[in-house]
């Protein structure tokens, strides 16, 4: 009796070993929503790219900068890389800061408004996924990143097994979805350069104004009391980009027209004080596009984008501090 009691223990441990080595794997095969931050992680921590300018952000981000068109503006075909991501926050972006190449030389980090007011963070489940990648945060990395967030990382792997447990179903909710709902969303999410999001030019009608009422009824931020935490954190990415001699740049996304009434009230000015206070060089594109540039209120669409890759370029290149991109070469 007694060793069959042993035999069940060490059968556990060894389905458990099993389980804990193949997760990774397995979720690799499952088409999650998680899926392309671990190419960034793999194209970041692999040196598969090398790029000229690296571009953190958002879904806004990832409709907003054409990478192709940013490489060509920048001049001698420079090389740009989306390493955006949806729902990706400041503190996400940050945790590949350190990792970057040597012969980076632009750092384009693009944020929303409601940003400025925090509070930092990234989703349970992103670091639970990349602690399952192998993913963990160095020395350098932990001064961008808050302390809760830093905490999240300590995490034993059994524990992220277990609260990974819902990744499973929504990666077969996925793969179905590829079968039953085609086209739904593009096929660019593994590009490196332009992962356009959406298959569309403007959204249909009902989605549009469901989004622009969602957007309208949110609570606003409050950029009159800004987050020292976020202004304290970005503030140090600002100060180690200009050590490495990288140029950092802030890029706050535009909004339909249809969505000025309800910015937070004096946010240019709010804005202009942040920029001061954290050293850091923001282009404010908030107000940039007029309402036909969008595929809804908050995602531009292409002919958006390429307005706001030229605004960037154009910025980029007249920056009298930058110097990234000497004419000699």
Known sequence: MKKLFYCQIVLIALCLSIAMAATSTVFRLLPDDFARLSRIYEWIYGRRLNPDVAVFGDSRAMNGINGYLLGEALGENRTVASFTNPGQSFSEGALFYSSLPSDTKVVVHCIGLNTLAGPMGIAEKKVDRLL????????????FLSSSTLREFGKSRLRVLYESRTCAKTGLHNLLRKFLEPNSLSDSLDSSVYPYLYPYERAPK?????????????????????DAEFETKIRAASRYFKARHIGYYV?????SPLLWDHLPQDYERCVSDFASRTEV??????????DDLFCDPAHPNRAGAARITAKLADDILRDPLSGH???EE
């Open 132 to 143: 399952l990648d192998g993913y963990r945060p160095d020395s350098v990395t932990a001064h």
């Open 281 to 290: 060089a923001v282009f404010d594109y908030t107000k940039l596009l007029d």
């Open 325 to 327: 991109f000497p004419e």
């Open 251 to 255: 890029v706050l996304m535009p909004v």
């Open 206 to 226: 009902e989605q549009y104004d469901k989004y622009l009422l969602a957007q309208k009824q949110s609570p606003q931020v409050d950029l009159q009391t800004p």
